[in-house]
Structure formats: structure tokens, C-alpha cells
């Protein structure tokens, strides 16, 4: 019942951005931890950005500065603007939402329960 849906994904030159959405539905989107998440073949999943149910932020160092998460609670939409994208972003994008965790760990995959199917973001030289 609880679904999120990307969007946003495709190929850009490095250097270039995009903003990628997550529309969520089948939940109290307001009361929710939500997240992005990425993985690249042969590689773990990244906790990249996470924003809390009181808008608390927090980001991973390798997009610390070039990523920004934000939330409306009106749209239920998860929203990530990825500026200055380089080669090494290349990856599944995952949007994430928590189980309404008080103190959850916005990077964790762990702490994260509904997962939306992935957008691709290629980056390109």
C-alpha cells in the first residue's frame, strides 16, 4: 500500500544537475524520516541525504555541499538537487521512508522500510 516513485533521473555532463523527486503515497507523509540512498554495480548502498519529520537535515560527506534535500509535506514529495555532478555519482537513486522512528539515523539503510524502484543517474565526462 505505502509506495514512493522516483523520478527525475537521466544522463547530464559532469559538471552539470538535476533534481530528482519521490512522490509518496499510502502514508503519513509528514510523520516520516525520508531519505536518498544510492548504489552503483558492485557496490554497497550509500546513505547520501536525510531529512527528518522536523525537516533536520543531514548529508554524506562525498555530497556534502553539491547535493541539498528538501521535503513538501503538502505534495508528499521528497525532492534531491544534485548540482555539480561528477563521474563517480553515477548511480541507482533510491528514495526511502522510515517506519516513524523518533530518533532515526538519516544515513542508515537499516532504518529505512519502504523503498521506492530506483531512477538512474548517469554522469558522463
Known amino acids: 500500500q505505502v509506495q514512493l516513485v522516483e523520478s527525475g533521473g537521466g544522463s547530464v555532463q559532469a559538471g552539470g544537475s538535476l533534481r530528482l523527486s519521490c512522490v509518496a503515497s499510502g502514508l503519513t507523509f509528514s510523520r516520516y524520516s525520508v531519505a536518498w540512498f544510492r548504489q552503483a554495480p558492485g557496490k554497497e548502498r550509500e546513505g547520501l541525504a536525510g531529512i527528518d519529520y522536523r525537516a533536520y537535515t543531514q548529508y554524506a560527506d562525498s555530497v556534502k555541499g553539491r547535493f541539498t534535500i528538501s521535503r513538501d509535506n503538502v505534495k508528499k514529495t521528497l525532492y534531491l538537487q544534485m548540482n555539480s555532478l561528477e563521474l563517480d555519482d553515477t548511480a541507482m537513486y533510491y528514495c526511502?521512508?522510515?517506519?516513524?522512528?523518533?530518533?532515526?539515523?538519516?544515513?542508515?539503510?537499516?532504518?529505512?522500510?519502504?523503498w521506492g524502484q530506483g531512477t538512474q543517474v548517469t554522469v558522463s565526462s
Open positions: 526511502a521512508a522510515d517506519g516513524g522512528l523518533r530518533y532515526p539515523r538519516l544515513l542508515s539503510e537499516s532504518d529505512f522500510f519502504y
